[in-house]
Every structure is written in C-alpha cells, then in structure tokens.
C-alpha cells in the first residue's frame, strides 16, 4: 500500500489522492487500508516504527562506558542502513513530504519521537537528563540532515553522510571559542 500511495501522490498529487484509490490500486479494500494506517498521511510514514526500534535497540546494546554521542551516532548509521536499499522511494517520498506543509509538519512529529525515544534509551543507560536530550536532539538532527545530503547526491550508501556530519559537528564543537566562556554571545545580555 504504500508504493501504491507514494506512486499516486507523484502522479496525481498529494491533495488529490484518496484512500479509496490507494486501495484500488493496492489491491485491498478501504477497510484494510484503515486496518494499517490511520490516514492518508501516516502511509508515507509507515517505517517510523521500526526506524525508532532500530535506534533504541542500538544505544541500549552499545557496550558500557561508551560515550553517548558514539551510541547515538551507530544508533542512526544502523537507522539509515535500513533505507539504503530504498533509496529512490526514499528521494520521491522526500519530494512528496517537501511539497505539503501538512506532510512536512507530520515528518518534523515523527523526528521529533524518534528524539524523544533515542534521550529514553541514553537516559535508561545513565546518562543525566540534559546530556541525553541535547545528544538525542542532535543525533537526529545529524540524521536528517545526512539524509537530505544522501537523496539529494550521488552516493548511494546513506552511512557515510552520517559519519560526515558527525565529524564536523565533532570539529565544531571541538574548535576554540571566539569569546571567554563568561560572556555572553548576545550584547548586552548580562548574566
């Protein structure tokens, strides 16, 4: 059902698309359609799930002591390990949900779980309250803007782009500040 949704909506459009002719072209009744998906929108979204399973499972395996960032960043490699084989689904998706505020709004709620569900998982392996929610936040963020880097480019392996924004937001943390830690980076701001 959702190759059937996502070739309607390139074909047709987003807004132009029913349940009924995504059933009708799926095979299946509207009744099953609704059996798996609480609308038309939630199709596009239908690996979220397992997407959020992959992360958590990943930081909770990774090996004591190992820092929250590193599990984080294998939690999201493994995350886009799973899209890789789907790849031109994954750029018309991508197409799709750009297109449609609603769908964009929908895509920002789902990222935004996987967020909460990757700072659980750091939280439940120790790691303090703020330090898992900045960590979690920006895995994702490292996740989404790897991905937009991967269907927008050439390269066929998802993993890399990862790795590659990892590493420069490493170098970016890492680099000297331009300002004494005590002050503050507003003017006139006083602390």
Do not use: C
């Amino acid at each position: 059902m959702t190759v059937a949704a996502l070739e309607l909506y390139a074909e047709r459009g987003f807004d132009q698309t029913t349940v009924q002719d995504i059933a009708a072209r799926a095979g299946v009744t509207e009744r099953t359609f609704f059996r798996h998906f609480a609308d038309k929108r939630e199709v596009l979204f239908d690996g979220s799930a397992g997407l959020q399973q992959t992360v958590v499972d990943t930081i909770a395996a990774a090996p004591e002591g190992t820092r929250p960032l590193d599990a984080v960043g294998t939690a999201m490699e493994r995350a886009a390990a799973r899209l890789e084989e789907r790849r031109d689904f994954a750029r018309l998706r991508a197409s799709v949900v750009a297109a449609h505020p609603s769908l964009h709004e929908r895509e920002l709620l789902k990222l935004a779980a996987l967020a909460t569900a990757a700072a659980d998982a750091l939280r439940e392996r120790g790691v303090p309250a703020l330090a898992a929610t900045l960590v979690a936040e920006t895995g994702v963020t490292v996740f989404r803007v790897a991905f937009e880097r991967w269907v927008g480019g050439v390269t066929k392996d998802f993993a890399p782009h990862i790795r590659e924004a990892l590493a420069e937001l490493e170098s970016q943390a890492g680099a000297p500040r331009n300002r004494p830690p005590h002050e503050s980076a507003v003017a006139g701001d006083v602390r």
